[in-house]
């Protein structure tokens, strides 16, 4: 969030000035607001997020006090987690391995290969027996009613 005093506030932002002022007594956003002259809107919410993620990361305690919450800096540094020396070996094997096409087809005879295997064969149609026609049906003793159409009614 960039103001109109040309400052970002977001977690470096709040983290710097609490480490300048070394505020050990537990402080409430109201105060912290005064003190980075927070306008209401975007620059509050930008502060309360900050405040929010310091306290995720856990460079802030929140402590309840007879005036309701507020918020302690616990002394911690915030580390980032980071990857050993060989877990940042396999993952960039994996990474380098799928960039290269190791993990799938990479020829197009290949693909139309696995698109040819993966494609379903349609189901099987057990051929009818064919129907007997009506000079058959005739042959055999049946009896055929026709009906006249309305053209030839009109004649």
């Known amino acids: 969030m ?17 480490d300048k002022r070394q505020c050990p007594a537990p402080f409430h956003l109201h105060e912290l607001y005064g003190w980075i002259d927070a306008s209401p809107g975007r620059e509050r ?22 005036f309701g919450a507020g ?3 616990s002394g911690k540094g915030m580390t ?3 990857l050993s ?7 960039n094997r994996i990474r380098n391995a799928r960039r290269r096409g190791k993990g799938g087809p990479s020829t197009r005879a290949a693909r139309v290969g696995m698109q040819a295997a993966n494609t379903p064969t ?18 055999r003793g049946g009896k055929v009613e026709r009906l006249t159409a309305f053209w030839e009614q009109a004649a």
Request: charged share 25%; proline share 7%.
């Open 80 to 82: 980032r987690p980071g």
């Open 45 to 66: 919410k930008a502060t309360y997020n900050a405040v929010r993620d310091l306290a995720n990361a856990g460079y802030l305690f929140t402590v309840t006090g007879p």
């Open 122 to 139: 349609p189901a099987k149609v057990n051929p009818s027996a064919q129907g007997e026609t009506v000079e058959q049906f005739e042959a």
């Open 2 to 18: 960039t103001t109109e005093n040309n400052r970002k506030i977001n977690a470096p932002f709040i983290r710097a000035l609490l």
């Open 71 to 73: 918020y302690q800096v």
């Open 85 to 91: 020396e060989d877990e940042r070996r396999e993952r």
